[in-house]
């Protein structure tokens, strides 16, 4: 029956004379009719389980994770594709040899990549804190995306404990409902190993703990604080800086009290970064960021093009971060390159709101001009938005500290829209629950025609929308090949720079494979030398469809 009704989405051809909008506005209207008729039913046990605070934060913990199982058949295990992916998989490589860092190896040219530096140690120019992460995710279930499910499984959970220090159990609970819908199984942060989750757990423990702590100094709260702290300065050390800053501000009506406290939550990871830097970089105080810097300049990427790109051939957000990141090195940032910098990375913060909480956003100012508990939050997201905008990159997982700032933002909107009309208000949360829906659903019913042209109208989601079939496509070519590997990586000229294959191991003489770039047949016997018992094979994947033969 449904195959008949879904045949065609040509109003002409379909059966009972729907077009595609048609469909959607009955995907949207038939919940919302359903949600109102029950609400009166539900509404009585969401009250019941608000309250209390054990109960919903196992659920809230669960739910992300179930929901996003549920989607393996059609959305499988994420596959690592972005270079700052790569950089963190190598951290969590190097942790589970019990290393903050790698020996340098012999004949590095051949092995240089993005974001792993080659000497004074073969090392990623990243934090641990998300290798850490990815570490733990692998020790326990086998695979690093484990560790990114724990995360999301902590956030759901904590941001509902950390509303409840700001707002009402029902505003909270509904918050924690938000939480999952927006950046739960849809959600880039759930679906890559870039980061984004573990930061936006730490922001919770900062921002639920500080009111508390304001309030009285108990042990439990005090070590949230400083276990969302210490997590933070591990996962995004420059963006502490303003996270340091806003709970300074906080806490200075009470600063004989709880600034020391506030001291002592940074020290941990002050220390664990220190020897982090000295392992990797030689030096205390020197970041491996700072030395990859130094090493291979300003935008790091670029210097590994055999020809330069073309401005024309880069995207709007890489024209404008190149554009960034070239004043910053030369020394030409200008007040009117940090604002056209911040006017462009406006459009971002829909990553952080569904459409319809817009509409809150006018009534947070409101509550926000007459509250000073909420007018520090906004001080807060806007002290984050100016710091990082001195950075000339940008993700939107630099502001995960901010993820549940910005769903208090949401929730204070709509309490200040019910205090006037509660209809409206939980209008607005319906329709905030439905856009998930939909969006489930389609994901949910796998990659038919109906799904693959929705989702290109999807919005900041990803859900392996650009999952790396070419790389999967030589994995398994490389898995029917039995022993060990030597694959040497030959690109076109005019290659694109962020379709990197040199990625290996922490240890890549005890690895099945080693990945290495083709410097051509003299130098390459060099490293064939070092790795004698190797079938060795050559990788062409800037063709069509990647080639691998033998060497």
Same mark, same amino acid.
């Given at each position: 029956?449904?195959?008949?009704?879904?045949?065609?989405?040509?109003?002409?051809?379909?059966? *009972?004379?729907?077009?595609?909008?048609?469909?959607?506005?009955?995907?949207?209207?038939?919940? !919302?009719?359903?949600l109102?008729?029950?609400?009166?039913?539900?509404?009585?046990?969401?009250?019941r389980?608000?309250?209390?605070?054990?109960?919903? #934060?196992?659920?809230?913990?669960?739910?992300?994770?179930?929901?996003?199982?549920?989607?393996?058949?059609?959305?499988?295990? %994420?596959?690592?594709?972005?270079?700052?992916?790569?950089?963190?998989?190598?951290?969590?490589?190097?942790?589970?040899?019990?290393?903050?860092?790698? %020996?340098?190896?012999?004949?590095?040219?051949?092995?240089?990549?993005?974001?792993?530096?080659?000497?004074?140690?073969?090392?990623?120019?990243?934090?641990?804190?998300?290798?850490?992460?990815?570490?733990?995710?692998? @020790? *326990?279930?086998?695979?690093?995306?484990?560790?990114?499910?724990l995360?999301?499984a902590?956030?759901?959970?904590?941001?509902?404990?950390?509303l409840?220090?700001?707002?009402?159990?029902?505003?909270?609970?509904?918050?924690?409902?938000?939480?999952?819908?927006?950046?739960?199984?849809?959600?880039?942060?759930?679906?890559? /190993?870039?980061?984004?989750?573990?930061?936006?757990?730490?922001?919770?423990?900062?921002?639920?703990?500080? %009111?508390?702590?304001?309030?009285?100094?108990?042990?439990?709260?005090?070590v949230?604080?400083?276990?969302?702290?210490?997590?933070?300065?591990?996962?995004?050390?420059?963006?502490?800086?303003?996270?340091?800053? @806003?709970?300074?501000?906080?806490?200075?009506?009470?600063?004989? $009290?709880t600034?020391?406290?506030?001291?002592?939550?940074?020290?941990?990871?002050?220390?664990v970064?220190?020897?982090?830097?000295?392992?990797?970089?030689?030096?205390?105080?020197?970041?491996?960021?700072?030395l990859?810097?130094?090493?291979?300049?300003?935008?790091?990427?670029l210097?590994?093009? @055999?020809?330069?790109?073309?401005?024309?051939e880069?995207?709007?957000?890489?024209?404008?971060?190149?554009?960034?990141?070239?004043?910053?090195?030369?020394?030409?940032?200008?007040?009117?390159? /940090?604002?056209?910098?911040?006017?462009?990375?406006?459009?971002?913060?829909?990553?952080?709101?569904?459409?319809?909480?817009y509409?809150? !956003?006018?009534?947070?100012?409101?509550?926000?001009?007459?509250?000073?508990?909420?007018?520090?939050?906004? #001080?807060?997201?806007?002290?984050?938005?100016?710091?990082?905008?001195?950075?000339?990159?940008?993700?939107?997982?630099?502001l995960?500290?901010?993820?549940?700032?910005?769903?208090?933002?949401?929730?204070?909107?709509?309490?200040?829209?019910?205090?006037?009309s509660?209809?409206?208000? $939980?209008?607005?949360?319906?329709l905030?629950?439905?856009?998930f829906?939909?969006w489930?659903?389609?994901?949910?019913?796998?990659?038919?025609?109906?799904?693959?042209?929705?989702?290109? /109208?999807?919005?900041?989601?990803n859900?392996?929308?650009?999952?790396?079939?070419? $790389?999967?496509?030589?994995?398994?070519?490389?898995?029917?090949?039995?022993?060990?590997?030597?694959?040497?990586?030959?690109?076109?000229? $005019?290659?694109?720079?962020?379709?990197?294959?040199?990625?290996?191991?922490?240890?890549?003489a005890?690895?099945?494979?080693?990945?290495?770039?083709?410097?051509?047949?003299?130098?390459?016997?060099?490293?064939?030398?070092?790795?004698?018992?190797?079938?060795?094979?050559?990788?062409?994947?800037?063709?069509?469809?990647?080639?691998?033969?033998?060497?």
């Amino acid at each position: 029956m449904l195959d008949w009704i879904f045949s065609s989405f040509d109003p002409v051809k379909n059966p *009972i004379g729907f077009g595609a909008a048609d469909f959607i506005e009955i995907a949207v209207a038939l919940p !919302l009719l359903l949600l109102v008729i029950f609400w009166r039913h539900i509404e009585p046990l969401a009250r019941r389980l608000s309250a209390n605070i054990r109960w919903s #934060m196992i659920g809230l913990a669960i739910a992300p994770v179930v929901l996003r199982l549920l989607l393996l058949a059609h959305h499988p295990i %994420p596959k690592p594709d972005i270079y700052d992916e790569f950089g963190h998989l190598f951290v969590a490589d190097t942790l589970r040899h019990f290393r903050l860092a790698n %020996p340098p190896l012999a004949l590095h040219q051949f092995f240089e990549t993005f974001f792993i530096l080659q000497t004074p140690t073969f090392s990623s120019i990243y934090p641990i804190g998300q290798g850490a992460l990815l570490a733990i995710g692998r @020790a *326990i279930a086998g695979t690093p995306w484990a560790g990114v499910l724990l995360a999301s499984a902590a956030f759901g959970s904590l941001c509902y404990w950390m509303l409840r220090a700001w707002t009402s159990p029902g505003w909270a609970l509904l918050g924690g409902v938000l939480a999952i819908a927006e950046f739960g199984p849809l959600n880039p942060w759930m679906n890559t /190993y870039w980061g984004g989750m573990l930061a936006a757990a730490a922001g919770c423990m900062v921002f639920g703990a500080l %009111p508390r702590l304001a309030k009285k100094t108990t042990r439990r709260n005090a070590v949230l604080l400083c276990a969302g702290m210490t997590v933070h300065l591990l996962t995004r050390p420059y963006e502490s800086i303003f996270l340091i800053l @806003a709970a300074a501000l906080f806490f200075l009506p009470t600063w004989k $009290r709880t600034l020391p406290l506030l001291a002592l939550a940074i020290l941990p990871g002050a220390i664990v970064t220190l020897a982090h830097n000295k392992s990797v970089t030689g030096q205390f105080t020197k970041l491996p960021y700072q030395l990859s810097q130094e090493q291979y300049g300003v935008p790091a990427a670029l210097t590994f093009q @055999a020809e330069p790109v073309p401005h024309s051939e880069l995207t709007p957000q890489q024209q404008m971060e190149y554009k960034s990141q070239m004043s910053f090195k030369e020394g030409k940032e200008t007040l009117l390159t /940090y604002l056209l910098r911040l006017e462009y990375r406006v459009r971002y913060y829909r990553f952080f709101f569904f459409a319809p909480l817009y509409l809150a !956003l006018p009534a947070f100012l409101f509550a926000a001009a007459r509250s000073p508990r909420y007018a520090f939050v906004a #001080m807060t997201l806007a002290l984050l938005a100016l710091g990082t905008n001195f950075f000339p990159a940008f993700q939107v997982h630099y502001l995960g500290a901010a993820a549940c700032l910005f769903v208090l933002v949401s929730v204070a909107g709509l309490e200040q829209i019910a205090l006037f009309s509660p209809e409206s208000a $939980r209008l607005l949360a319906f329709l905030c629950l439905i856009h998930f829906g939909f969006w489930y659903a389609i994901h949910l019913s796998g990659e038919g025609d109906v799904a693959l042209a929705a989702i290109r /109208y999807e919005s900041w989601d990803n859900i392996n929308h650009r999952n790396p079939e070419r $790389r999967i496509l030589v994995e398994h070519q490389l898995e029917e090949i039995p022993g060990q590997l030597l694959v040497f990586v030959r690109y076109t000229p $005019r290659h694109i720079f962020q379709d990197e294959w040199v990625y290996n191991e922490a240890s890549p003489a005890e690895a099945r494979i080693v990945w290495a770039r083709d410097l051509g047949p003299e130098e390459n016997s060099k490293l064939r030398a070092i790795y004698p018992n190797r079938q060795t094979l050559l990788l062409e994947p800037d063709a069509r469809t990647p080639v691998l033969s033998p060497y």
